[in-house]
Nanobody
């Protein structure tokens, strides 16, 4: 069982940077694959980035080169460093604890409450 709490969102100008954090409970945090999803108004929730328990990462094509996912198992925390932000990055960002498969991240029912990221001039 895992509880997740996201933080770090806010309003930034295009080209700016943000670092999102997802703090998790539980001693088995290190066994989960973790991922960041985002959902813009009127759109489906989409996978942005994922990281396996072994540290392998994967990214959506739209964010490659601009976003980095990382984890600190000692702190039970997953991060999403976002640089060169664009207006189309505007969304509510959610973290998820799940399972990594050959087909990618499979989400569990463990979601955070979300943190709003708005990129606008």
């Amino acid at each position: 069982q895992v509880q997740l709490v996201e933080s770090g969102g806010g309003l930034v100008q295009p080209g700016g940077s943000l670092r999102l954090s997802c703090a998790a409970s539980g001693r088995i945090f290190s066994l989960y694959a973790m991922a960041w999803y985002r959902q813009a108004p009127g759109k489906e929730r989409e996978l942005v980035a994922s990281i396996t328990s072994g540290g392998r990462t994967d990214y959506a094509d739209s964010v490659k080169g601009r976003i980095t996912i990382s984890r600190d198992n000692a702190r039970n925390t997953v991060y999403l460093q976002m640089n060169s932000l664009k207006p189309e990055d505007t969304a509510v960002y959610y973290c998820n604890a799940g399972t990594s498969t050959k087909d990618g991240h499979v989400p569990s029912t463990y979601w955070g409450q979300g943190t709003q990221v708005t990129v606008s001039s």
